[in-house]
């Protein structure tokens, strides 16, 4: 039986998120209503990792649908309406790719559903039912990176029956629709009894906040201490010890005298967008964890779904780097808190940063991994055209 996390439950006229701000002390799940509710679970970060994101979206256009009593327009106008919808929750966090992405696959499909139907609902239940096949697809897809990943590091790296991997952010199922990427690659390797160890970072500086959200009508409390208050620290740490996958927690900045010991086998993280170059945003740090990597002659791979490649970018230069507000560095908890920085400081807090392509060993997709073939470059371009044309990328 499965017993990963699961940060989105979903029932059609249903959606659930568990809000990820209160864990590990307390495992709360707020209703999502509609649009409104969904964007704001997605803003102040209930809901976060890039696939997650990308489905909560989806499905909270899907349950704001499935209850309308009357919709009065034509199909034309309902396909605007979900449209509309679907830009505004684009806006929700810029940098991350998934969300786009879907909006724009959704949209297609929109279209196509308007073109034939007779009536608003016609589109509407297209739409929910596109919706639901992407959750589904998600959970299929994270396996198949797990799968890929786990394979791939056993052939490739020395010593692969006691591999210690370490990780950054949070990568798993809460991370996504269900099992994780960069974490889902850790928990096959798991399974297959070749993992001595995960190393887990704290992910600074996003910190977990006493906040309040009002959704459908329904108000949410949360409360932690401020050395909690990270993505690895809180929300990788609790997955495994869920999993019962033997890891360690470290600070951010302990990373590199960790590699200088000999204790790391691989560095594997996730990814919000990846350019057609192989440049990849990631939360902040990562950047600095492929440095240290390289300095020690230790492989650093990307585990990250085809959804989170953008190949409109040429590099990684021209990827949108949200920033967070100044109140989580000035301020305990996550900026609601005692202040804790001299006042007059200024403060920069971007949530990624950008590795570039030549940092990275190899990115793991659902479809296989992409190397570069003995080249310094990587042709992720021709990778996904093979893989959209159902051909093996390795030619097989």
Known sequence: ?????????????????????????????????????????????????????AIAAALSLAVEVFHFDAFTGTSADAASFLENKLDYLVSSRPTAVNLADAATKLKQIISKAAAIA??????????????????????????????????????????????????????????????????GVIRALHVEGVLERAYCTETRPFNQVSIQLNCCRTIYSATSSDNISRWGSRLTAFELVHEKIPATLIADSAAAALMKDGRVS????????????????????????????????????????????????VSGQEIVIEERSPKELLHSRGGLGEQVAASGISVWNPAFDVTPANLIAGIITEKGVITKLGSSTFDIRDFVQKAENKVCPCGK
């Open 1 to 53: 039986m499965d017993n990963t996390l699961q940060s989105i439950c979903y029932k059609r006229g249903s959606l659930q998120l568990l809000d990820q701000r209160k864990l590990p002390l307390e495992t709360d799940y707020l209703n999502i209503c509609d649009v409104a509710d969904g964007w704001s679970a997605i803003r102040d970060m209930v809901v976060r990792g890039a696939p997650a994101i």
């Open 266 to 313: 691989a560095v594997i993280v996730g990814a919000d967008r990846v350019a057609s170059n192989g440049d990849t945003a990631n939360k902040i740090g990562t950047y600095s964890l492929a440095l240290c990597a390289k300095h020690h002659d230790i492989p650093f791979y990307v585990a990250a779904p085809l959804t989170s490649i953008d190949l409109s970018l």
């Open 118 to 183: 007779s009536d608003a609902n016609s589109v509407f239940q297209a739409y929910i039912e596109a919706a639901e096949i992407m959750l589904k697809d998600d959970v299929a897809s994270n396996k198949a990176i797990g799968s890929h990943g786990a394979s791939f590091l056993q052939h490739q790296l020395k010593n692969s029956n006691k591999l210690s991997v370490l990780t950054h952010c949070n990568t798993g199922s809460l991370a996504t629709a269900g099992y994780g990427t960069a974490l």
